[in-house]
């Protein structure tokens, strides 16, 4: 069903979002190398071995981008600072121009009435700290917080609100379990590791940042419905470790201070030595949650060792990425946070699709991304109607990027890339959104 800025309360907020290896061009300004960088060198881990080296030039083009997001009608904007830009060796002395390049793009937003809304960090770990173990190095948290300190001492007077860690279980699982992320690892341990420390550097982030007397902080996680495949009860089992691991062990961590006994029986073994002990620091209080959602995932038992599942194609229409759309996930997510914490507004900090979009004719049209995310503001409608406190809902992405280790074919994006010229051409659902905001 098509919308207006009236189908929503009163102050409901759209965005869009990106982050920073995906669209600045991580080759300019000095930034330090990441284990992004060294991921994508090793041949078979990316699609052609692309890498974020120049991306959509944001880093240079962040004005006309800027201007763009403005002609959109959005009021708010999700980026993301990379460490590696800030901070080089992931340590030490900052980068002038990293601090000059983020302090000038939230004037700029700010010039343009448009609300900066941080994330700390999307994945670009500085190498050096990943030649130290990174996640899975318990002193991550000790440096996560001084990178926050060095970052938000300059710009945290004038973002509106700020996340530590883009979608944990990416960090976690899919980069130390699946392997499919840098810095691509399959090791249980790692993987258990990496899920805690990151939860840890949460928390230790956003103490330094209330510290810094900043408001308006939250976390943002990336949530998958899990379908059972089959009435079995088996498969009811799997899809229920499955959402043990992915959408449950995080939200809770923060939450209620526990992981779920599913997730625990195959990770519990390799979590670091006194664990338990960090939900002191893990469940600073936030203001907010951020829920990241695209898809679901038919999950049926498996053999072998823990988790013993698979995943199984389903029958629904797909995505580019071959995801199935499903938006009743998303009403159900929704309603699971509002449940579990009642006094927290939500937000949608991620949703979208890739589309195999061309450009013809100076024009590109894309249908399908507009009924993707119409369909999926129904969703918000009926869990707002049901009594969630949503506040707002944010498209990935503002433009076509570099979608890890995908490479550049996946388009998000709202605006078209031209990959070779970095010409942008704003979408037909860019410019029916742009509509409906006004
Ligand atoms: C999310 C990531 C984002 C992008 C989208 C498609 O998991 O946060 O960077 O890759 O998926």
Known sequence: MTWTRKDFPEGFLFGAATSAYQIEGHAFGKAGPTHWDSFAATPGNVVRAEDGARACDHYHRWQ??????????????RFSTSWARVLPEGTGTPNAEGLDFYDRLVDGLLERGLKPAATLYHWELPQPLADRGGWRNRDIADWFADFTAVIMERIGDRVWSAAPINEPWCV??????????????????????AMHHVLLSHGRSIEVMRGLGMGNLGGVFNMEWANPADGSQEAAGAAATYDAYYNRFFLEGVLTGAYPEEALEGLGPHMPDNWQDDFATICQPLDWIGVNYYTRKNIAPAPGPWPALQEIDGPLPKTQMGWEIFPEGLYQFITRVSTLAPDLPIYVTENGMANPDVLTGGAVNDPERLAYIDAHLDACRRAIADGADLRGYFIWSLMDNYEWALGYEKRFGLIHVDFETLQRTPKASYHAIAERLR
């Not at 800027?66 to 009021?75: H, K, M, P, S, T």
């Not at 976690?172 to 590791?193: E, K, N």
């Open 64 to 77: 006309e981008d800027l201007d763009l997001l403005q002609g959109l009608g959005a009021d708010v904007y």
């Open 172 to 193: 976690g699982w899919l980069s130390h379990f699946l392997g499919h992320h840098a810095p691509g690892l399959r090791d249980i341990r790692a993987t258990a590791r």
